[in-house]
């Protein structure tokens, strides 16, 4: 199965959110490729790879935190 397409695009999901395990081992197979290419490219522009690991942690943390601090309808 070709996770990545051409466009950097993120494929959808096959299996549904309910499928817990097979839902986030899909999530993580999609997001793989990507997550090297950025973790690549921002090492090619001279930065530390494990700085930019710990940033994009950080990062999506605050997503999340700022995702379930927003009101709902």
């Known amino acids: 199965m070709d996770m990545m397409r051409g466009d950097g695009s993120v ?30 490219a921002a090492e090619s522009a001279g930065w530390n790879r494990r ?3 710990s940033t994009l942690m950080f990062l999506a943390a605050q997503q999340v935190s700022a995702t379930e601090a927003s009101p709902r309808s």
């Open 11 to 40: 494929p959808a999901p096959t299996h549904s959110a309910s499928e817990f395990l097979a839902y986030e081992a899909e999530c993580r197979s999609a997001l793989r490729p990507l997550l090297a290419g950025l973790l690549d």
């Open 51 to 53: 700085t930019v690991a």
